[in-house]
C-alpha cells in the first residue's frame, strides 16, 4: 500500500463546495421498522433519490467540473453497467460537454433509457462491465475523448465522499455504516470522510457473493481478477478492484463482507413493502447485510445503511419480488398427490382456505408425474404468511391422509 492515498479530507470537503449546487443532498431517514426488529437504530441514506436514480452523479460532477477547455472539447467517455453512464451523462449535459457511454449488453433497459434521456451517446458492447471497459478504452484511443473511470480516479472518490460529509453532518455519532462494494469509489469516499473526521465509527463494506473482488483482493493482500457471473446486484458486479480503491479501502475499511442473490432480493422487497422505497439490487446490499446478521454487535449501536441506487428494470424487479416472496415464505408452491376423482380438488382447497391461505393457481400433472395410475399430482401456488404457516398447511394436508409437500 502506498504511503499516502490519493484522496484525503480536503479534497472531499473541496468536491462538496464543487457539487453542492447541482445534486440533491438526499435524505438520511430513520427506519422504525427496522429498528425495532434489530433492536438498534437504523438510518437510510437514500442516494436512490438522486436525479439520477444512484450516487455516480456526485463523483461524476467533480470529475468533469475539473476539466480544462481543451478536454471539454474532446468530451468524454466513460464504461458503466448503467449508474455511472447516467451520472456522466447528466454532468456532461449540465456542463455542456459531448458524452460517449460504452454499456454492456445485459445492462437493465431502464438504465440504458436513463442514460440516453441526460443526451449521451450510448453503445452497447459485451455481456459483464469489464467487456464494456475495454471497448470504452479501445473508443478513446481512437477519437481522443477523456476517459472517466468509474471509480479508481481521485476525483471520482472525492465526489463520492460527499455522502460522507452528509451522513457525519446529521448523525455525527454513528457507530456503524455500511456501504455497498464494487469497484470500491463510493466506500473509499465514504470511508476516507468518516475516518479523516476523526469519526470512530465501524465502516463496512457490502459485496454480492457472486463477485467478491474486493474481499478476496483484500484477503490475499494484493489485486485478485476474480471469475466473471450475473448477479442481481449488477452495479457492484466488477472482476477487478484496482490501486486507489484497494489502498483506501485496505486502510480505512474495518470489515466487509457478502450478501447471495436471495438475500438481496429480500432486502429488495423489504425496502418496497415495509419502508416504500424502490431500489436496484446494488442499493439493496446494504440492507440484506443488516437482515441476515452480517453485521455485528448492533444491539442499541446507531446504523447507517447506504441504498447506494434505485435503477432496476421493471422485468427484473418483477422476478425479484416473486423469488422475494418465496424467500420470506410470502408464496410458495405444494405439490399435493390426490386420487383422480371428482371433488377431491374441490376439498383440498377448502382445507388449504380453512388455513387462511389465498390460492393464486392449480396446476394438474397427469402425465409427467410419478403417481400411480388413478392418481394425479396438482401444484398450488399459494400465498401465505411465512414459513410457519406453510409448515401448518403441509402438516393439516398430511393430517387429512394427502401426500403433500412443498416444492
Known sequence: MTDKLIVDLNDIKEARLNIENRIIKT?????????????????LKLE????????KVRGALNRLSKLSEEEREKGVIASSAGNHAQGVALAAKQLGIKA???????????KIQGTKKFGAEVILHGNFYDDAYQKALEIQRENG?????PFNDKDIIAGQGTIGLEILDELSDADIIAVPIGGGGLISG?????KESGSKCHVVGVEASEMPAMKQSQEKGHITTIEK?????????????LDNTFDIVKKYVDEIVTVKETE?????????????ILTEGAGAASVASLLYDQLSDIKGKKVVLVVSGGNIDLNILDRIIERGLVTSGRSCSIVVNVPDTPGTIAHIASIIGGKEANILEIHHNRAFTTSVLGETEVE??????????IREIVDELTSKGFSAKRV
Not at 100 to 110: F, R, Y
Open 264 to 276: 438481496i432480493s429480500h432486502a429488495i422487497v423489504t425496502l418496497l413493502e415495509y419502508e416504500k
Open 380 to 389: 398450488f401456488t399459494l400465498e401465505t404468511r411465512g414459513h410457519l404457516h
Open 190 to 194: 465514504i470511508a476516507t470522510a468518516i
Open 145 to 149: 475523448q477523456v476517459f472517466i473511470h
Open 48 to 55: 436512490n433519490l438522486q436525479l439520477t436514480g444512484a450516487y
Open 27 to 43: 435524505p438520511l431517514t430513520y427506519s422504525t421498522t427496522l429498528s425495532e426488529k434489530f433492536n438498534c437504530e437504523v438510518y
Open 100 to 110: 460517449t457511454i460504452v454499456m454492456p449488453e445485459s445492462t437493465p433497459l431502464a
Open 229 to 241: 457471473k450475473k448477479t442481481i446486484a449488477d452495479g457492484i458486479a466488477v472482476t477487478t478492484v
